[in-house]
Every structure is written in C-alpha cells, then in structure tokens.
C-alpha cells in the first residue's frame, strides 16, 4: 500500500495532525481506529487512535499499551514521537516481525497531542506556555512583564538593559554570551536580563516579571497526591479538573486491559520513572526491580538514562512534584510505565551534564561555549539571534537576543528527528511486547463411556509481566482475576465443575529474572478441568478473559474418542 512517508521537516499544526491521522485511518482501515476522546477547552476534538490487527480480536480482547504525547504545549517532539509511532507500526505490518506480533495479539492506544489547544498557539505564534490556553489561576492578566514580540521578528527573546546593580556582564570569550558577574566584582559595564516585553500597569519604576497568564500545568492535575496552587503550581482548581485530562482517565478507567505507557515529553534526553513524591523504599520490592530491568532495555534501546524523579530529577531538595501522570497510572492502575524527556540541547552539543538539575542551576562557561559553537556548527548559527538596539516604548534603551528557544531548547531541530524517533519506537514496541499474554496450550475432551467426558484446559501465560501486571495493581485490586466459562449446548449438562468460574493470576517470566525468584517452577500455567455428560457430536465452547492480558476460547466437538486441540 502506498502512503505519504512521515514528515520529520516540521511539527504539526493542529490540521495537519488530523489530517495525518486520518489518512493513516483510510489507508489502513483493518489496523487503525480513530475516535473522539472527547473536547479540548476551546472547543477543538482530541484524537486518539487505537491499533491492532481487527481481524484477530476487538482491541479490548487483548492486552493494551498506552501512549501519550504533548502533555505539555511547547513539547511537540513527542507530538512527532507518537505520529511516527503509528507510521511505523501500520507501514511495517507484515514486514517487521515485532510490529506485526503487536498488531495481531496486542493493542496500543496513542494520543498523539493531548495540549492541543496550547500546541497550536505555540506553533502559529511567537508565545510560550504550560498546557492549556486557559486563564489560570487568575482571569486576567497581572501586573507585571509580560513576556511580548516587541519588535516584530516574530520570536520572544530576552532584554538585557545596563545597570549597574546587574548580575549579568558580557563574556570576554564570546561577545554573544552573558556570564555572571563575580561575587567581589566592580567597576565594569553590568546588565540585569528580563523576558521580551512590556509591563502591565507600570509605574514608572519598578520590574517584577508577572506570572504567565496561561498557567494551567495538566501533568500536576492528576489524583494521585494532588495538591493546590499553593502547593503545587498549575495543578487545577481540583483534581481531572481539565477536559483534557478528566477524558484521558475516563478512558483508561473503561478500558482496562492496559498494563503500562509511556508518556513523551520534551528536555534533557532521560526516562524517568516514578515516583516523583517518593523514594524507592515505597515500592513493592518485585516491582522496583521490574520498573528497573525495564529501564535498562529502555536505555540500551535510546541512549537515554533511565532515572527516579524523585532520587535524580527534583527541582528542589525539600520539594517533590505532585499529581503527575505516571505516579498516577503506576500507583493507582499498577502500570509499568515512562515519562521520556526526548530532546536535550546540551548532550545534542556534546556536553557532559551529571546530574541535569544540577546543570540546570549552575555549570562551567566552557559549556555554554559549547553549545554556541554546535549552534554556528549544526544549526548554520539560527539558534542564537545576537543582540540588537531597541527603543522599549516603556523602558528606553535595551538590547533584544539570545537563545531560540523554541527552535534550540523547547524541541529537537527536525534535522535530529529521524533518529529520536526511530530509538524511540523501538522501545515502546520492546515495552509493550513484555504485556502479559493469555494463550490457550491444550484442549481435550477425552472419552469416559456412558457419553461422559473428561473436560481440561491448559492456560499458559506467554508474557513477562504476569497477568496482573504489578504487585501494585494487586495490592489496589485493580486487576479481575481470570474468568472462565464454559457453554453447554441443549442436551448436553455439566456433572462436575463451575460452568463459569474465577481463576488465579498467572505468572509470566517476570519473577525468574533474579536468581531470588528463579526457582518458581511452572507458576505461568495451569490447568482448568470439568466432568460433563451428552451425545457424540455435540459441540461445547470454552472462553476464558484475562482482564490485562486478553481473552482466548475454542470448541470442542464431543467424540468417542480423545480430541486435542
């Protein structure tokens, strides 16, 4: 079949990711579904495709996989993640034999934008912002500098206005970069660096740079441990208090055959796992080392390191981030799942960064260096705009330059896609493949005389994770155990055993990692038997649903002699 090839030139509006989605849905009808997952704040559709080979089983039949992206505006990298993902998936159906084992026995929910109102007014206008485009958590904007185009070049830069009270100086080294002024220092020229823009209400005087607006943040909207403005920035009036984020739970509270995600967002080229509130101690012993095998895979698959945002990624010491979507999905679903920060400037740069909070705070001028010299190098010198004169209509004379954020720091240049989404599909692919996954190994119905028949099911569990998925998702109950059912046509009556009945999980290769839990000997399997009574001929069906890990069955024709399946 012949389709568009992925476009990595440029990130998609809001037009072009539907119309993107929608062809994938007309040329590949039998593998992609697309629907309406419900209304943005504005007013505009969010999408969600769902992907799995339908002639082999309806998606909830089977165990799923969730995907999101774009939780945050600005971060449209991981837009372009989940778009190729898809791409991948539907092209190389009968051509790569992972793509195609998922498609056949598996399901994989992406959302390719969940901010899409705030994706479209950061690609078609100069501003930046959390998520949403709803006033928060004022109605109105404050006073304050607001962050303006105020000289037209379509971008929003920084202001460096001399002063001698200023922190900042001009870099002996590089004309372009500002350095900090020395603690001890006098006596030479000194600049204090504000955002681009004017000031709302000003008096004539003093600067204090306003909140944005727009400072809904939906990765802190979720229940788990949410907390207020107060305490946490951007959560929301209430928890899911966002359409965006109440129709993403709403779905993944009635689908419940997921057992793990990632969730694609944009800095520093890490995965980070959960929790973000809690040191490791707080895990489920079995689960922590799980989360870390997977990790591992996810770091020899994408160069990423794999890291605990609470142990590696805290902006703060004393402070922790509270109601974001992994600890959320891990926690109250006992999913295994990522938050990936896709693109980082730094490393792209070739800088060696530790620990990226720490670099973030405070690092060498060497690697500021670095970075404009991979700029003029990789980048034909457009990342940096040099600083130019400027009569500020409030604040007289001041210069207007600096980073590009939005082409160097808030997302990949399209030059680097390629390979960010290609490492990244191979990890989400490797991920969802370790689902647990119900088969059926053997059938009979052996002969006993008197038209009795012995009755027995083999159930194997083929996956890594068990069907339970996590330790986690058994202590919240979040799992159904495994339903059996057997139908008997008119004529043909049960003798012994439950015509319908509740098994238990399964394990998968999951516990036999460690030489601790290797020893477990054929707990992935078991056995279900019954004694029934009817003429030759009849035919009896058998049906059994893993909640997570998918629902298998057959019939058995009822024969004076021993039948396998």
């Given at each position: 079949?012949?389709?568009?090839k992925f476009?990595?030139?440029?990130?998609?509006?809001?037009?072009?990711?539907?119309?993107y989605?929608?062809?994938?849905?007309?040329?590949?009808?039998?593998?992609?579904?697309?629907?309406?997952?419900?209304?943005?704040?504005?007013?505009?559709?969010?999408?969600?495709?769902?992907?799995?080979?339908?002639?082999?089983?309806?998606?909830?039949?089977?165990?799923?996989?969730?995907?999101?992206?774009n939780?945050?505006?600005?971060?449209?990298?991981?837009?372009?993640?989940?778009c190729?993902t898809?791409?991948?998936?539907?092209?190389?159906?009968?051509?790569?034999?992972?793509?195609?084992?998922?498609?056949?026995?598996?399901?994989?929910?992406v959302?390719?934008?969940?901010?899409?109102?705030?994706a479209?007014?950061?690609?078609?206008?100069?501003?930046w912002?959390?998520?949403?485009?709803?006033?928060?958590?004022?109605?109105?904007?404050?006073?304050?500098?607001?962050?303006?185009?105020?000289?037209?070049?379509?971008?929003?830069l920084?202001?460096?206005?001399?002063?001698?009270?200023?922190?900042?100086?001009?870099?002996?080294?590089?004309?372009?970069l500002?350095?900090?002024?020395?603690?001890e220092?006098?006596?030479?020229?000194?600049?204090t660096?504000?955002?681009e823009?004017?000031?709302?209400?000003?008096?004539?005087?003093?600067?204090k740079?306003?909140?944005?607006?727009?400072?809904?943040?939906f990765?802190?909207?979720?229940?788990?441990?949410w907390?207020?403005?107060?305490?946490?920035?951007?959560?929301?009036d209430?928890?899911?208090?966002?359409?965006?984020?109440?129709?993403?739970?709403?779905?993944?509270?009635?689908?419940?055959?997921?057992?793990?995600?990632?969730?694609?967002?944009?800095?520093?080229?890490?995965?980070?796992r959960p929790?973000?509130?809690?040191?490791?101690?707080h895990?489920?012993?079995?689960?922590?080392?799980?989360?870390?095998l997977?990790?591992?895979?996810?770091?020899?698959?994408?160069?990423?390191?794999c890291?605990?945002?609470?142990?590696?990624?805290?902006?703060h010491p004393?402070?922790?981030?509270?109601?974001?979507?992994?600890?959320?999905?891990?926690?109250?679903?006992?999913?295994f799942?990522?938050?990936?920060?896709?693109?980082?400037?730094?490393?792209a740069?070739?800088?060696?960064?530790?620990?990226?909070?720490?670099?973030?705070?405070?690092?060498?001028v060497?690697?500021?260096?670095?970075?404009?010299?991979?700029?003029?190098?990789?980048?034909?010198?457009?990342?940096?705009?040099?600083?130019?004169?400027?009569?500020?209509?409030?604040?007289?004379?001041?210069?207007?330059?600096?980073?590009?954020?939005?082409?160097?720091?808030?997302?990949?240049?399209?030059?680097?896609?390629?390979?960010?989404?290609?490492?990244?599909?191979?990890?989400?692919?490797?991920?969802?493949?370790?689902?647990?996954?119900l088969?059926?190994?053997?059938?009979?119905?052996?002969?006993?005389?008197?038209?009795?028949?012995?009755?027995?099911?083999?159930?194997?569990?083929?996956?890594?994770?068990?069907?339970?998925?996590?330790?986690?998702?058994l202590?919240?109950g979040a799992?159904?155990?495994?339903?059996?059912?057997?139908?008997?046509?008119?004529?043909?009556s049960l003798?012994?055993?439950?015509?319908?009945?509740?098994?238990?999980h399964?394990?998968?290769?999951s516990?036999?990692v460690?030489?601790?839990?290797?020893?477990?000997?054929?707990?992935?399997?078991?056995?279900?038997?019954?004694?029934?009574?009817?003429?030759?001929?009849?035919?009896i069906?058998?049906?059994?649903?893993?909640?997570?890990?998918?629902?298998?069955?057959?019939?058995?024709?009822?024969?004076?002699?021993?039948?396998?399946?």
């Open positions: 079949m012949k389709v568009n476009d990595f030139s440029h990130y998609y509006t809001y037009a072009e990711l539907v119309d989605l929608t062809q994938m849905a007309e040329d590949y009808p039998k593998l992609i579904d697309l629907q309406v997952l419900g209304k943005s704040y504005a007013g505009r559709d969010i999408w969600l495709v769902t992907l799995t080979n339908q002639v082999t089983g309806s998606p909830l039949t089977k165990p799923g996989y969730w995907i999101d992206a939780t945050h505006a600005a971060e449209v990298t991981g837009s372009a993640v989940a190729y898809i791409y991948y998936l539907l092209t190389q159906y009968h051509r790569d034999p992972q793509a195609t084992n998922l498609l056949d026995n598996y399901t994989v929910y959302l390719p934008r969940l901010a899409i109102d705030g479209e007014k950061y690609l078609t206008t100069p501003y912002l959390r998520s949403s485009v709803r006033p928060y958590p004022y109605p109105e904007k404050q006073d304050g500098l607001h962050w303006e185009d105020i000289n037209g070049d379509g971008l929003i920084l202001m460096r206005i001399q002063d001698e009270c200023g922190a900042w100086k001009v870099s002996e080294e590089d004309p372009r500002m350095v900090d002024r020395e603690p220092e006098f006596g030479g020229t000194y600049y660096l504000l955002p823009g004017f000031i709302h209400n000003y008096d004539g005087k003093n600067i740079v306003a909140p944005r607006l727009e400072g809904m943040d990765n802190r909207n979720y229940p788990y441990l907390m207020p403005e107060g305490v946490q920035k951007g959560a929301g209430l928890p899911l208090s966002e359409s965006e984020t109440r129709s993403e739970a709403e779905f993944w509270q009635s689908h419940r055959n997921i057992n793990g995600f990632i969730s694609y967002h944009t800095h520093c080229a890490l995965i980070l929790y973000s509130t809690h040191p490791d101690e895990f489920p012993v079995e689960d922590l080392e799980i989360y870390k997977i990790g591992e895979k996810g770091s020899k698959l994408t160069g990423y390191e890291v605990s945002v609470y142990h590696d990624f805290r902006r004393q402070q922790v981030t509270n109601g974001g979507m992994d600890d959320y999905g891990y926690d109250h679903f006992g999913w799942g990522f938050t990936i920060e896709l693109w980082d400037a730094p490393t740069a070739g800088v060696n960064k530790g620990k990226h909070i720490d670099w973030s705070r405070r690092h060498p060497a690697d500021d260096l670095k970075l404009l010299q991979w700029n003029d190098q990789k980048l034909a010198g457009k990342g940096f705009i040099n600083w130019e004169p400027f009569n500020h209509p409030q604040l007289g004379e001041v210069e207007i330059g600096g980073w590009d954020d939005k082409l160097v720091w808030d997302n990949a240049p399209p030059e680097y896609l390629p390979d960010i989404c290609n490492r990244q599909c191979r990890f989400a692919i490797a991920h969802a493949l370790m689902s647990p996954r088969v059926l190994g053997r059938a009979d119905a052996i002969y006993q005389g008197s038209d009795i028949y012995h009755v027995m099911i083999q159930l194997e569990n083929q996956g890594f994770l068990p069907t339970y998925t996590s330790q986690k998702a202590e919240r799992v159904k155990p495994i339903e059996v059912n057997l139908s008997l046509p008119s004529g043909v003798v012994s055993g439950q015509l319908k009945q509740n098994i238990n399964l394990e998968g290769r516990n036999k460690t030489k601790l839990w290797a020893k477990q000997g054929t707990d992935y399997r078991c056995h279900v038997e019954w004694v029934i009574k009817g003429a030759s001929g009849s035919e069906e058998i049906t059994a649903v893993g909640e997570r890990s998918g629902m298998v069955s057959c019939r058995l024709r009822l024969e004076p002699s021993k039948v396998k399946l």
